[in-house]
């Protein structure tokens, strides 16, 4: 799970475009700033012909050249040092970008991955709360009817049975939700998926 996140979380993947471009910076200017050598090559040919009073002429000339061309920079006061230590830098710093940001997504992905592993149990927990809040409460209006509750019993009884109930159905919520997280932290977020979810949801 984790070498996916790395691999297909689009804000990773934004980050590491950001660390590639910097890198790109540093060769270009890196390259400005040394010898170059090329090879150079050229080829032409030339042809002239005509009629005059000594009769017709022609002349062929052809041209080619091979070398090699070594381009030096002249010296710019500091410029090319400074855009190079510039463009290192910045590189340094979209690299540790990146590197922070693998670390908190990765972690965001463990404690989500960890919450739908306990969200099952946690939801069996919640349920029977509710329905032993909802026999309470049912018993509590039993004693009421006969005169062995009274009726501030009986409110704080249907407050405790809205309350469970209540937190049962956040906690479904809530489950849905850390699984569209983690399909987002994965790069797997799709239209199905909010389908899937809007399905769960419906009453």
């Known amino acids: 799970m984790l070498t996916q996140v790395r691999e297909a979380n689009t804000g990773l993947r934004l980050k590491k475009a950001q660390w590639d471009v ?16 090329d090879l150079v090559a050229q080829a032409g040919r030339d042809r ?5 009073d000594f009769g017709p002429a022609s002349n062929t000339q052809s041209q080619q050249m091979l070398g090699l ?6 010296y710019t006061g500091g410029y090319r040092s400074a855009k190079l230590q510039e463009a290192v830098s910045a590189q340094a710093k979209a690299e540790a970008e990146y590197e922070l940001a693998v670390q908190q997504t990765q972690q965001q992905a463990r404690s989500v991955w960890l919450a ?5 149990a946690r939801l069996s927990a919640l349920q029977a709360a509710w329905k ?11 004693g009421r009817q006969v005169g062995d509750r009274t ?14 109930e209540l937190a049962w159905l956040r906690a479904q919520t809530e489950l849905l939700q850390t699984r569209l997280q983690l399909d987002a932290l994965t790069g797997s977020l799709s239209v199905q998926s909010l389908q899937g979810l ?3 949801l419906a009453p």
Not at 69 to 74: E, F, G, H, T
């Open 69 to 74: 061309s070594m381009n030096l920079p002249l």
């Open 132 to 142: 032993a809040s909802t026999a309470r409460l049912d018993a509590t209006r039993l």
């Open 198 to 200: 809007n399905a769960q």
């Open 151 to 164: 009726t501030l019993e009986l409110l704080q009884a249907e407050n405790d049975a809205t309350l469970t």
């Open 22 to 37: 910097a890198r790109q910076e540093v060769k270009k200017h890196e390259a400005r700033g040394g010898v170059t050598l």
């Open 48 to 52: 002239l012909s005509g009629d005059g």
């Open 116 to 120: 739908l592993q306990t969200g099952p």
